[in-house]
C-alpha cells in the first residue's frame, strides 16, 4: 500500500515532441504528489508538485495530471527539449502521528534527442 | 535552491577501511535523511532524523550509521568498507511541516 509505481522506465522522445510519465498509488492518505529532476551527477530536485485538490497544475512546460479517483497522476512535458534529458522521480507524501513519509517511484530516463 | 551540502563528493576507498560522509545544511530544517542510489536507479532511504539526537533506520537496511548532534549535521559513517558498499549517497533535508525535500549532490563511495 505504501508503493508508488512509475512508467516507463525509459523514455527517447524526439526534440518539440510530448513526454508523458505516469505514476499510480494505493494508499489514499497521501497528500502530496511531486516530481523531482535528477541531472547525471546531480541530487534530485524539486520541479513540480501537485496536491490531491486539483486536477491539474502547469507551470511553463510541465503540468501534472491528477486523477484522485484512480489514483494516478502524472508529468506532462510539452515541446520537449535536449537540455530536459535527465531521470525523473514521482513521489507520494504522507502525514503519519505529525511526521512526514515520502515514497520514491522507481524513475524513468527520458532522453530528448535533438 | 537548496543550502544542503555533502563532503566528499567523490570518495575511492580501500577494503576495511573507517569513513565519515558529511552533510550540513543552513536552512534550519528539522528533518534529514540518507538516500543510497546506484547510477540512474531509484532512491533507497536508508536513515533519517526528525531533529537533534532522533535518529531512525529508513526503509534499506544499512551498515552504516549516523548521528544528529546539531540541527544542521547529520554525517554518515561506515565503520568497515566493503565493495559492496560503493554506491551514490544523497543527503536530504526538510521542514518540520514542509512536503518539499532538498537534496544535496550527492557523495560517490567507491570501495575497492
Known amino acids: 500500500q505504501q508503493q508508488v509505481k512509475q512508467s516507463p522506465q525509459s523514455l527517447i522522445v524526439q526534440k518539440g515532441g510530448i513526454s508523458i510519465i505516469n505514476c499510480a498509488y494505493e494508499?489514499?492518505?497521501?497528500?502530496?504528489f511531486p516530481w523531482y529532476q535528477q541531472f547525471p551527477g546531480k541530487g534530485p530536485a524539486l520541479l513540480i508538485a501537485?496536491?490531491?485538490?486539483?486536477s491539474e497544475k502547469k507551470e511553463g512546460r510541465f503540468t501534472i495530471s491528477f486523477n484522485k479517483s484512480a489514483k494516478q497522476f502524472s508529468l506532462h512535458i510539452m515541446d520537449s527539449q535536449p537540455g530536459d534529458s535527465a531521470t525523473y522521480f514521482c513521489?507520494?507524501?504522507?502525514?503519519?502521528?505529525?511526521?512526514?513519509?515520502?515514497?520514491f517511484g522507481t524513475g524513468t530516463r527520458l532522453k530528448v534527442l535533438a | 535552491e537548496a543550502d544542503i551540502y555533502q563532503t566528499p563528493r567523490y570518495l575511492v576507498i580501500g577494503t576495511g577501511k573507517k569513513i565519515t560522509l558529511e552533510c550540513s545544511q543552513t536552512?534550519?530544517?528539522?528533518?534529514m535523511y540518507w538516500y543510497q542510489q546506484d547510477p540512474g536507479m531509484e532512491l533507497h532511504l536508508i536513515h533519517y532524523?526528525?531533529?537533534?539526537?532522533?535518529?531512525e533506520k529508513g526503509d534499506l537496511s544499512s551498515e552504516s550509521t549516523v548521528s544528529r548532534i546539531r540541527t544542521e549535521h547529520f554525517p554518515l559513517t561506515l565503520e568497515s568498507a566493503r565493495p559492496s558498499h560503493t554506491s551514490q549517497y544523497l543527503c536530504?533535508?526538510?521542514?518540520?511541516?514542509?512536503?518539499?525535500?532538498?537534496f544535496g549532490e550527492g557523495s560517490w563511495l567507491t570501495v575497492v
Open positions: 532524523s526528525y531533529g537533534v539526537n532522533s535518529t
Open positions: 513521489a507520494a507524501s504522507i502525514t503519519t502521528s505529525g511526521t512526514y513519509k515520502y515514497i
Open positions: 494508499n489514499t492518505a497521501f497528500d502530496y
Open positions: 501537485i496536491r490531491p485538490d486539483v
Open positions: 536552512m534550519g530544517h528539522d528533518k
Open positions: 536530504a533535508s526538510s521542514r518540520h511541516r514542509g512536503n518539499t525535500i532538498y
